[in-house]
């Protein structure tokens, strides 16, 4: 079993900036993807952004030149810098990881965080 805890949600104001992390643990052979994805309210949950384990990384077009993700592939963390910050950032950010389990069972699986809100007042 995999649990990844997030840290670093909050109350911002607009413009200003924070900095989300996540930290893997449990059964983990090796991580592939990791990434952040978010839910504002009413809407559906949303690709903020994935970085493979070889650190190519993937933006959704609204947080492109603002957010930076980067990971620790010896620690199993990812993070997420946020700067200029939005109103429409608002909403709870979930970290998510595809693990393999076992080197000797060629098979992956998805695991998500709890989640961690993110506030950002105009």
């Known amino acids: 079993q995999v649990r990844l805890v997030e840290s670093g949600g909050g109350l911002v104001q607009a413009g200003g900036s924070l900095r989300l992390s996540c930290a893997a643990s449990?059964?983990?052979?090796?991580?592939?993807?990791m990434g952040w994805y978010r839910q504002a309210p009413g809407k559906q949950r949303e690709l903020v952004a994935t970085?493979?384990?070889?650190?190519?990384?993937n933006y959704a077009d609204s947080v492109k030149a603002r957010f930076t993700i980067s990971r620790d592939n010896a620690r199993n963390t990812v993070h997420l810098q946020m700067n200029s910050l939005k109103p429409e950032d608002t909403g709870v950010y979930y970290c998510?990881?595809?693990?393999?389990?076992?080197?000797?069972?060629?098979?992956?699986?998805?695991?998500w965080g709890q989640g961690t809100q993110v506030t950002v007042s105009s």
């Open positions: 970085i493979s384990s070889g650190g190519g990384t």
């Open positions: 449990g059964t983990i052979f090796v991580s592939n993807t």
């Open positions: 998510y990881c595809n693990v393999r389990p076992s080197g000797a069972i060629p098979k992956a699986y998805d695991y």
